[in-house]
């Protein structure tokens, strides 16, 4: 006998099954089963059941904790119903496991024996083997399938708390066995889906929060880190609730699109990483998020994300706050893709005429501008004021085209005797020439907003233009002309109607909304939203034209000088010369300018400049702006006094 004393044989009660109110498979009904992925949590299978082929989440283990969080995930995704989200199929306990439809990109349609399951994948394929320029806009589509789950998840009242590449499933099925026009005719709509997938650590308002920080930090060290929000990784996040776990998954949406958009990186803050000179652990993880550090862009893509990727990088922007309340909604993330055809997006005026279709109308763009205003041509084309100012007077759209057709067709016959039709002019060099020859009555100059050789297609040349474009003097409110270059283009830009407008003479196509012809651009509103749509539209204009991604780029406002006032008298040039504390002046012919904001109030008088660069070098000599009324004199030149400086052609500059 034992020293413990004699056993009884014991009489085994089995546990009750509940019933989960889910679809149920027998694992034994599986054919052709072949394992496709694994990890801690169990494995995942691809086989065929009732003919289709299907996938098999398998768990890993029998502790009665993972199987609840098992049970609870084929809860969640049989609830759940959305295109960006794998159907659910069936469920089994023996083993614990659950069946979802197959997800699978096949790059056989492309020619290629390849397939991947998950985004990660996917760029990180393309990128190797080939480039984006025929897969750069499938990507926003991706991303904006992921952001269509994620709002459907929140709708719902459910964090996912795990959102990274492998989790975001990527399929073609739907073209796959078509034939060949078929195919094209749907991957033109739709060239990839997406789906959100792996729902073992998501909350739902049904479900409790307790322990989820420790049992997302144990997930984050056996996974990627990178992904998680920084107040999970400082230990910031103190009785999480729901919102606080959506704002997590914020985060790491903005991390998912920084990896779209920087393909070759294996993952965010890989760079930083390896300047570290170590591996990306949690303790580095902490130090960035601690010393709020985003991961850089790597170089390769950069022309990509300000064009075709420009969405992705707004997402990653409005998403990769350090602070969780600054983060937007997934119901304002999505308005970014709003904006997929930029050409729906904005108001498209097609001109009749463009240089190409105008005799001898080389290097023609800076001379719109002058046209803008043209007292006689504006009288002589819409019987109006010979005053017509776009400063004081918004121009119907239709006028606006009007203008360029007319500036198109007409003016070069009137600069062509003063220029080279050889040479291109930037507009500072062709103004000169315009005023040397006593072509133009008004007095302005260029205002430089933005003169950058930051390349125009990288992202501090986007900001550069938009900080120049948007942001307002509150002096020169109003409507506003000014001009943009990027060699070998010159636009016209500017305000009218509350709204953003740009006017370009060149041909057109149908890509970007054209005809073949000219065309004038117009926003919405004057909103930040429409500022960045002009400008992407730019952008992908020069784009499309081969312009280089390092060319150079530069905006000016165009301003004028008003309320000319000349001095003749020596009385007069005394008292000036009194005004100004000066004891002596060098010409008995001055000229100064008087402010119309506030007349009553004395003006400093300052002596003309001889040149634009001068006038550009003295900002004490404008005492007040306002966009131009620019008139090209006919017979009379009573208004070219002080433009004593005959020259037929400038220097060139160096730009």
Same mark, same amino acid.
């Given at each position: 006998?034992?020293?413990?004393?004699?056993?009884?044989?014991?009489?085994?009660?089995?546990?009750?099954?509940?019933?989960?109110?889910?679809?149920?498979?027998?694992?034994?009904?599986?054919?052709?089963?072949?394992?496709?992925?694994?990890?801690?949590?169990?494995?995942?299978?691809?086989?065929?059941?009732?003919?289709?082929?299907?996938?098999?989440?398998?768990?890993?283990?029998?502790?009665?904790?993972?199987?609840?969080?098992?049970?609870?995930?084929?809860?969640?995704?049989?609830?759940?119903?959305?295109?960006?989200?794998?159907?659910?199929?069936?469920?089994?306990?023996?083993?614990?496991?659950?069946?979802?439809?197959?997800?699978?990109?096949?790059?056989?349609?492309?020619?290629?024996?390849?397939?991947?399951?998950?985004?990660?994948?996917?760029?990180?394929?393309?990128?190797?083997?080939?480039?984006?320029?025929?897969?750069?806009?499938?990507?926003?589509?991706?991303?904006?399938?992921?952001?269509?789950?994620?709002?459907?998840?929140?709708?719902?009242?459910?964090?996912?708390?795990?959102?990274?590449?492998?989790?975001?499933?990527?399929?073609?099925?739907?073209?796959?066995?078509?034939?060949?026009?078929?195919?094209?005719?749907?991957?033109?709509?739709?060239?990839?889906?997406?789906?959100?997938?792996?729902?073992?650590?998501?909350?739902?308002?049904?479900?409790?929060?307790?322990?989820?920080?420790?049992?997302?930090?144990?997930?984050?060290?056996?996974?990627?880190?990178?992904?998680?929000?920084?107040?999970?990784?400082?230990?910031?996040?103190?009785?999480?609730?729901?919102?606080?776990?959506?704002?997590?998954?914020?985060?790491?949406?903005?991390?998912?699109?920084?990896?779209?958009?920087?393909?070759?990186?294996?993952?965010?803050?890989?760079?930083?990483?390896?300047?570290?000179?170590?591996?990306?652990?949690?303790?580095?993880?902490?130090?960035?998020?601690?010393?709020?550090?985003?991961?850089?862009?790597?170089?390769?893509?950069?022309?990509?994300?300000?064009?075709?990727?420009?969405?992705?990088?707004?997402?990653?922007?409005?998403?990769?706050?350090?602070?969780?309340?600054?983060?937007?909604?997934?119901?304002?993330?999505?308005?970014?893709?709003?904006?997929?055809?930029?050409?729906?997006?904005?108001?498209?005026?097609?001109?009749?005429?463009?240089?190409?279709?105008?005799?001898?109308?080389?290097?023609?763009?800076?001379?719109?501008?002058?046209?803008?205003?043209?007292?006689?041509?504006?009288?002589?084309?819409?019987?109006?004021?010979?005053?017509?100012?776009?400063?004081?007077?918004?121009?119907?759209?239709?006028?606006?085209?009007?203008?360029?057709?007319?500036?198109?067709?007409?003016?070069?016959?009137?600069?062509?005797?003063?220029?080279?039709?050889?040479?291109?002019?930037?507009?500072?060099?062709?103004?000169?020439?315009?005023?040397?020859?006593?072509?133009?009555?008004?007095?302005?100059?260029?205002?430089?907003?933005?003169?950058?050789?930051?390349?125009?297609?990288?992202?501090?040349?986007?900001?550069?233009?938009?900080?120049?474009?948007?942001?307002?003097?509150?002096?020169?409110?109003?409507?506003?002309?000014?001009?943009? %270059? =990027? +060699?070998?283009?010159?636009?016209?830009?500017?305000? #009218?109607?509350?709204?953003?407008?740009? $006017?370009? @003479?060149?041909? !057109?196509?149908?890509?970007?909304?054209?005809?073949?012809?000219?065309?004038?651009?117009?926003?919405?509103?004057?909103?930040?939203?429409?500022?960045?749509?002009?400008?992407?539209?730019?952008?992908?204009?020069?784009?499309?034209?081969?312009?280089?991604?390092?060319?150079?780029?530069?905006?000016?406002?165009?301003?004028?000088?008003?309320?000319?006032?000349?001095?003749?008298?020596?009385?007069?040039?005394?008292?000036?010369?009194?005004?100004?504390?000066?004891?002596?002046?060098?010409?008995?012919?001055?000229?100064?300018?008087?402010?119309?904001?506030?007349?009553?109030?004395?003006?400093?008088?300052? %002596? =003309? +400049?001889?040149?634009?660069?001068?006038?550009?070098? #003295?900002?004490?000599?404008?005492?007040? $702006?306002? @966009?131009?009324? !620019?008139?090209?004199?006919?017979?009379?030149?009573?208004?070219?006094?002080?433009?004593?400086?005959?020259?037929?052609?400038?220097?060139?500059?160096?730009?």
């Amino acid at each position: 006998m034992s020293k413990l004393g004699s056993f009884k044989v014991p009489s085994l009660i089995k546990k009750r099954r509940i019933d989960h109110g889910l679809p149920t498979f027998s694992w034994n009904s599986l054919r052709n089963v072949e394992e496709i992925g694994s990890g801690s949590y169990g494995s995942i299978h691809r086989a065929i059941y009732d003919k289709e082929t299907v996938a098999v989440k398998k768990l890993k283990g029998e502790s009665s904790i993972a199987k609840e969080r098992f049970l609870k995930e084929a809860k969640l995704l049989f609830e759940m119903k959305h295109e960006s989200i794998p159907g659910f199929l069936g469920f089994t306990e023996n083993p614990y496991s659950l069946m979802m439809e197959y997800v699978m990109f096949d790059f056989q349609p492309f020619g290629i024996e390849k397939s991947v399951t998950n985004i990660g994948e996917f760029y990180h394929f393309i990128d190797h083997e080939f480039d984006f320029k025929s897969f750069a806009d499938v990507l926003v589509v991706c991303i904006r399938d992921v952001v269509n789950a994620l709002d459907y998840l929140h709708n719902h009242s459910i964090a996912h708390r795990d959102l990274k590449p492998e989790n975001v499933l990527v399929s073609n099925q739907h073209y796959c066995q078509k034939d060949k026009d078929t195919f094209a005719r749907i991957y033109a709509n739709c060239p990839i889906v997406c789906k959100v997938t792996d729902f073992g650590f998501s909350r739902s308002l049904n479900t409790q929060t307790q322990s989820i920080l420790q049992s997302r930090t144990e997930d984050v060290c056996r996974g990627t880190p990178v992904y998680m929000a920084p107040e999970i990784h400082n230990n910031t996040l103190k009785n999480a609730n729901l919102g606080d776990l959506k704002r997590t998954d914020i985060w790491s949406l903005g991390m998912l699109a920084y990896a779209a958009i920087n393909p070759n990186l294996i993952n965010p803050y890989h760079k930083e990483a390896e300047d570290l000179g170590g591996p990306l652990t949690m303790d580095t993880m902490k130090l960035f998020t601690q010393i709020q550090q985003l991961p850089a862009h790597d170089l390769k893509y950069e022309s990509l994300r300000v064009t075709e990727w420009w969405q992705l990088e707004e997402v990653f922007q409005m998403c990769a706050k350090f602070e969780p309340s600054f983060r937007p909604s997934t119901s304002e993330i999505l308005q970014v893709f709003n904006f997929q055809n930029l050409e729906d997006s904005l108001t498209i005026k097609s001109l009749n005429v463009s240089q190409s279709t105008a005799l001898e109308k080389k290097d023609n763009e800076f001379a719109t501008i002058m046209q803008l205003s043209e007292d006689a041509e504006i009288q002589a084309e819409f019987d109006t004021n010979a005053d017509l100012n776009i400063n004081e007077r918004c121009l119907s759209w239709d006028d606006l085209v009007g203008i360029g057709e007319e500036t198109i067709s007409t003016l070069p016959l009137k600069i062509n005797a003063f220029r080279d039709m050889t040479e291109t002019y930037d507009p500072v060099d062709a103004k000169a020439i315009l005023t040397s020859n006593n072509l133009l009555a008004a007095n302005y100059e260029l205002s430089e907003e933005c003169v950058s050789d930051n390349g125009v297609f990288t992202g501090l040349g986007r900001k550069e233009l938009f900080d120049a474009l948007s942001k307002q003097d509150p002096t020169k409110q109003g409507n506003r002309v000014g001009l943009y %270059t =990027c +060699s070998p283009y010159t636009f016209l830009v500017g305000t #009218n109607n509350s709204s953003y407008f740009l $006017m370009d @003479t060149h041909p !057109i196509g149908e890509d970007l909304g054209g005809n073949g012809n000219g065309i004038l651009v117009v926003t919405s509103d004057l909103s930040e939203e429409s500022c960045k749509l002009l400008i992407q539209w730019l952008l992908k204009r020069l784009k499309s034209s081969g312009v280089s991604g390092d060319s150079a780029q530069s905006f000016a406002w165009v301003t004028e000088v008003h309320d000319i006032q000349v001095i003749n008298s020596d009385e007069d040039v005394t008292m000036l010369g009194e005004r100004r504390g000066e004891e002596d002046t060098e010409t008995d012919t001055q000229m100064y300018a008087t402010s119309d904001v506030a007349e009553s109030e004395p003006q400093s008088p300052h %002596t =003309c +400049s001889s040149s634009i660069e001068e006038d550009l070098a #003295n900002p004490t000599y404008v005492t007040s $702006m306002r @966009t131009p009324t !620019i008139t090209v004199l006919s017979d009379s030149d009573d208004s070219s006094e002080g433009n004593d400086v005959p020259i037929d052609k400038p220097a060139r500059r160096k730009r």
